[in-house]
């Protein structure tokens, strides 16, 4: 019996890199070491997440299914979703779509310039069982975990919020004075978190203006992490850092983040890329480029 091909997109959102399978009409399903085999980045297509785009049970424009590359399957990524929003319009001619993930409904809609799109991610959880956290704590702008030695410890009473996915943030003044690769591992898997946690540097380094390191579970040190963004945008605000809208700095770019007080929902805008098309022949995982993607472009200020 031939082996089956199936066509792919390769995307990013400010180096936030994705693999895309249309998986509407045609289901699909890799086990967790075929993920991680393709998410290589040494002797697979490399990418920090696969996303699977599937018919949606509420009737909503499409379900969006997200695998971390170690293949677990994690309910939110802010990036993805502004890049399957972005597909979703320009398939559809709209303005405005709805994707449905595990996290809830997420509405994707124009922003201004080429490839920009802002992503409502509905409401930031704040409460400790919300998180969640192991134990119980009043306060979650700045919870009780260090690490390091007890009089001198490394990093310490990070901030926890969840936009989706659970997230740790440290307040530091230099995000490039850690060494996040290392204490990133053993921070993510803290029993505090009993479903891991993003792992983010931030520091305020201008008015409104946050620069940040995401070390993001399942994946690890990455170029921008769209739920991070979100959830440092939020931790500032609620601990009087900054105003509700923020741009954060990431490796691979800026995000631009809004904590809108209206409905408390997060607004999140930045730029998509499509890199490349290709296809996998899903029983040997050998993959190859089909078509070039769009043209190189400068990431500009998020708004």
Not at 21 to 44: H, V, Y
Not at 48 to 69: C, K, P, W, Y
Not at 151 to 162: G, M, Q, W, Y
Not at 214 to 236: D, N, P, S
Request: proline share 5%; glycine share 10%.
């Amino acid at each position: 019996m031939a082996s089956e091909t199936r066509p792919f997109l390769k995307m990013n959102g400010l180096g936030n890199d994705f693999v895309v399978w249309d998986a509407r009409e045609k289901p699909l399903r890799l086990s967790r070491e075929a993920i991680a085999k393709l998410g290589d980045r040494e002797s697979g297509i490399g990418f920090d997440q696969m996303i699977t785009v599937e018919r949606s049970g509420l009737g909503v424009d499409a379900f969006m299914r997200i695998h971390n590359r170690d293949g677990g399957e994690v309910s939110a990524c802010g990036n993805a979703t502004r890049c399957i929003g972005r597909l979703l319009m320009e398939e559809g001619d709209k303005e405005l779509v709805t994707i449905e993930t595990s996290a809830g409904l997420l509405h994707a809609f124009d922003a201004a310039g080429p490839r920009t799109v802002t992503v409502d991610m509905g409401e930031p959880r704040l409460e400790w069982n919300q998180i969640p956290l192991a134990e119980e704590f009043a306060d979650t702008r700045a919870i009780e975990l260090q690490i390091g030695p007890i009089d001198d410890p490394i990093l310490h009473t990070p901030a926890a919020v969840n936009m989706g996915n659970p997230h740790a943030i440290f307040w530091v003044d230099d995000v490039e004075g850690y060494e996040l690769e290392r204490v990133g591992p053993l921070l993510e898997r803290h029993p505090i978190f009993p479903e891991f946690a993003n792992i983010s540097l931030a520091h305020v380094f201008d008015e409104d203006q946050i620069r940040v390191k995401v070390w993001e579970r399942g994946v690890g040190l990455t170029l921008a992490c769209g739920t991070a963004a979100c959830a440092v945008g939020v931790a500032a605000a609620r601990d009087g850092k900054t105003s509700r809208k923020t741009t954060v700095h990431l490796p691979g770019g800026p995000i631009g983040i809004e904590w809108r007080e209206s409905d408390n929902h997060v607004l999140m805008t930045g730029l998509t890329e499509v890199e490349f098309e290709g296809e996998v022949d899903i029983d040997t995982l050998d993959w190859r480029k089909t078509a070039t993607g769009d043209a190189p472009q400068e990431a500009g200020s998020a708004s």
